[in-house]
């Protein structure tokens, strides 16, 4: 909120751009820096976890095929057919959505058509990289304006949708409230849970990704400074209540079911009675008939390790809502439609990313080459789509066929740098504070970066340099090389071809790791000298917009 | 009662296009006619483009994202 309001005063300008005005040159190209490299491990996160939610399974890989053709329809309808009439074309386009949702059990069912759905991890990845690059490419109204109308109201609509199922239906949680994982030993998550408890993505509560819509984007779209509040904190509660709904819907499943679809396969293996076995013996009691029954009434072939999130939500959500509206026979639709919704979601994540990605890297490049900054030009597009394509796509291939860590060694990768970001914007904004001479309000961003740059800082070293190899990053590759060297395969690993990928994508994530904890103690240090600047001078020294103090201060 | 009822439609409606960066295209008619009076206003097609065109202008500062 503190960032809505400054870029607010300061013609809705972008965080990078308010770092280099207040805090010099050196800390804006840091936070120039940092947002491409955040976008980049965010899209590959992303795209990891809609990879997981559709391999293997064709009915929900079906479905969101499906939305690409009914988004080219439905931007040809409002180009020339009816131009602009929204609310025609998203009725059209929701209408053939459901008919595919519906179709979709037919596909899963008929061998024959099964066959082309059936996607493995490495195909699905592929196929994502090349629709990211080609939603960048083609003209915005044709594929990403009608996609993002439909996932904008299908968005509401299944959140309003899942927070009445959960009013009607009141589920019980099956989870108990501490389990005996917090040791950091469980099966989903390692290491202790400080600080990585504080790295998970608490969007509602604090995130970087926040702070850069909230310069830039809102300030352009609120009419005065007095809505900037209602904005703020409006945008807080809806971000936790949805949060709060996702944890509801992990909950409710059987704990046994829920460590069954988070585990990766190479904790628990694949049959289902081994699987069942391993996950009783951490003690909660589960048999393979009910893993098998479960995934049946959810049209899969099986839950077994569908990682990353997704997949536990859509389960969840599926048994609150099919326990109100269609019964079981419409769990398996109820579950599809989550992943549709999630799909989607993220795809349009992923192409509005990848435009967003080509434009800083554009931006980055045409610094040097500076025939390459024309934006408008097709080449630039395409080399430039290209380029972010293969930046996020390189690291979601790299996450899909490491088949031990995946998601998991990204994923704290991803939060501690999103929890970075946000403590760089903090601290931003605490030398504003400090700049406009208003430090009696300053604790207010400063115990919040202060506890954020704790967790991140620790986090990262943790990741780093931890003598834990399921924790540390370089003690999982020392661990690995040395196995390789004595000629030895690890469990993960089938292969010694694979081991030695397994052991490179951990010195990247160590080296991305050290980079984002090296970029926030700079900042910081950088934000220390000029606190103590502004201390110095006398009067307010921040640069705003329409101000006098613009004449007065300059910096 | 109908009046009423029309008006929170009509609400609704008018949040609905904002959510999707559509803003009313009769405030825009009524801010042209009053502000720039004699100067051509856009027809809804051009309106709905210019708008379209604008919302997913990535780059000139807009960003936007899920998390």
Excluded at chain 1, 106 to 117: D, E, N, R
Excluded at chain 1, 490 to 497: F, Q, S
Excluded at chain 2, 40 to 51: A, D, G, L, S, V
Aim: proline share 5%; hydrophobic share 55%.
């Amino acid at each position: 909120m503190t960032v809505l309001f400054f870029s607010t005063r300061r013609d809705g300008k972008s965080l990078a751009d308010m770092a280099r005005a207040e805090m010099g040159p050196v800390a804006g190209a840091i936070a120039g820096v940092g947002a491409p490299l955040i976008c980049v491990i965010l899209l590959a996160v992303l795209g990891l976890v809609v990879v997981n939610a559709l391999k293997g399974s064709p009915w929900g890989a079906f479905t969101v095929f499906c939305t690409l053709p009914i988004a080219l329809l439905m931007g040809v309808y409002a180009r020339f057919i009816r131009p602009g009439r929204i609310g025609e074309m998203s009725a059209i386009g929701a209408a053939l959505l459901l008919v595919a949702l519906v179709y979709g059990r037919t596909v899963s069912v008929t061998p024959a058509l099964a066959g082309f759905f059936d996607l493995s991890g490495p195909t699905l990845a592929i196929i994502l990289i090349a629709y990211g690059f080609f939603a960048s490419v083609l003209p915005v109204w044709l594929l990403l304006a009608p996609r993002d109308y439909l996932s904008t109201f299908l968005k509401i609509g299944a959140i309003v949708l899942l927070a009445i199922g959960v009013i009607l239906v009141r589920p019980d949680l099956e989870m108990p409230a501490v389990t005996k994982f917090v040791d950091g030993t469980g099966p989903v998550w390692s290491g202790s849970l400080f600080p990585f408890l504080f790295i998970t993505i608490a969007c509602g509560a604090v995130s970087g990704w926040r702070s850069l819509i909230a310069s830039g984007t809102t300030p352009k779209m609120i009419e005065n400074e007095s809505q900037i509040r209602f904005i703020g904190y409006g945008g807080m509660l809806m971000e936790s209540f949805v949060a709060i709904m996702a944890m509801i819907g992990a909950s409710v499943l059987h704990p046994g079911v829920y460590f069954a679809m988070n585990s990766s396969a190479g904790v628990i293996g694949a049959p289902a009675d081994h699987a069942a076995q391993v996950i009783s013996s951490w003690g909660f009691t589960v048999t393979p008939d009910m893993l098998m029954q479960m995934a049946q009434s959810v049209g899969e072939k099986s839950i077994l390790s569908r990682t990353g999130g997704a997949p536990t939500l859509a389960v969840g959500m599926a048994s609150i809502l099919s326990s109100f509206l269609g019964g079981g026979a419409m769990m398996g639709v109820w579950r599809h439609f989550i992943i549709l919704f999630e799909a989607l979601f993220i795809l349009t994540t992923v192409d509005a990313g990848t435009s967003a990605l080509r434009f800083m890297i554009q931006d980055f490049v045409g610094a040097a080459i500076p025939a390459f900054k024309a934006t408008e030009s097709w080449v630039n597009n395409v080399i430039g789509s290209a380029l972010a394509c293969v930046l996020w796509g390189y690291l979601l291939y790299a996450g899909v066929v490491d088949p031990y860590g995946g998601i998991w060694t990204m994923w704290p990768l991803f939060g501690a740098a999103n929890q970075m970001l946000a403590a760089i914007v903090l601290t931003l904004c605490t030398v504003i504070l400090f700049k406009m001479k208003r430090e009696r309000f300053a604790f207010i961003t400063i115990v919040p970066s202060a506890w954020l740059l704790v967790c991140t800082v620790t986090a990262g070293l943790e990741k780093v340099f931890a003598s834990d190899p399921a924790v540390g990053f370089l003690s999982h590759a020392a661990k690995l090389s040395a196995a390789a060297a004595s000629g030895t395969v690890l469990a993960p690993a089938k292969t010694l071809d694979e081991m030695s990928r397994i052991v490179f994508n951990d010195y990247l994530d160590a080296g991305l790791a050290a980079l984002s904890v090296a970029i926030v103690l700079v900042v910081v240090i950088y934000a220390v000298v000029d606190i103590a600047k502004a201390l110095g001078s006398s009067k307010s020294t921040a640069i705003e917009v329409g101000a006098p103090v613009l004449a007065a201060g300059g910096v | 009662m109908l009046n009423r009822y029309s008006q929170v439609c009509a609400c609704f409606a008018q949040t609905a296009r904002l959510m999707v960066g559509i803003p009313d295209y009769e405030n825009y008619v009524a801010h042209r006619r009053k502000t720039h009076p004699g100067l051509p206003i856009m027809t809804y097609e051009e309106f709905f483009r210019e708008r379209q065109q604008a919302r997913y202008a990535v780059g000139k500062g807009r960003f936007r994202c899920c998390c």
